[in-house]
């Protein structure tokens, strides 16, 4: 078997989708499945949600995603490649591909504005004359020019998330995975964060966001995956929050 994708007969089309789950189970408990049996497609430049209330795998398929746990049964596979084939030294290059934002934003504490974000493409080994060319525009994409000097302990919760955005981004990666990104945010903040994330989107980049913010949802009409109790019951193009009944 090779990178490329093998699939279900229903799930077979022309164009591959950048996130496949097929068939998905995982058991983190013998016995107790975290999610089962999850099917589902994200084509290139969607933006979606996946909703759900606490423990009812949302989560999970986004740390899926981000190749942190495997599935006990069926395939993920991002961007072509089957994530639990990718060997130890796979997984690191296959992160630092993706781009990924967390409630906690997760910033270099020692750090100022301008080295968190620069520190992203160091990873990589950026050219630093790239580096001193990329940074300073991707803070300016998120309204933090001026803030590139400020430590995080000096920045708004908003502010913070606004550089982890940028760190996110700065590497161009085609998918954007946002888990909670707005869960420590009063609702300004929350909504400038996903006006950012939808211009995001519509320069190209696939955004799938893991949320519990109704209004959001409701208000953005995105697609939405809706999970409860570990299955999927819903799955809108063009819908709001699921709420879903006992």
Known sequence: MNDSYELSSDLEELEAPVILFDKVSKEYVKGIHAIEDISFKIRKGEFVFIVGSSGSGKSTLIKMMMREIKPTNGRVYVAGKELSRLRKWQI????????????????????????????????????????????????????????????????????????????ALVNNPSILLADEPTGNLDPKNSWEIMRLLEEVNRRGTTVVVVTHNHEIVDAMQK??????????????????YIHAKN
């Not at 690191?92 to 504005?113: A, M, T, W």
């Not at 803070?139 to 998330?161: A, D, R, T, Y």
Request: charged letters at 30%; a positive charge; aromatic letters at 6%.
């Open 92 to 167: 690191s290059k296959y992160r630092r591909s993706i781009g990924v934002v967390f409630q906690d934003f997760r910033l270099l504490h020692d750090r100022n504005v301008f080295d968190n974000v620069a520190f992203a493409q160091r990873v990589i080994e950026t050219p630093t004359k790239k580096i001193r060319r990329q940074t300073p525009r991707m803070l300016s994409i998120v309204g933090l020019s001026e803030k590139h000097k400020s430590f995080p302990k000096e920045l708004s919760g908003g502010e913070q998330q606004r550089v982890a955005l940028a760190r």
């Open 223 to 240: 697609r939405v995956i809706t999970m409860k109790n570990g299955v999927m019951i819903s799955d809108n193009e063009k819908g709001g």
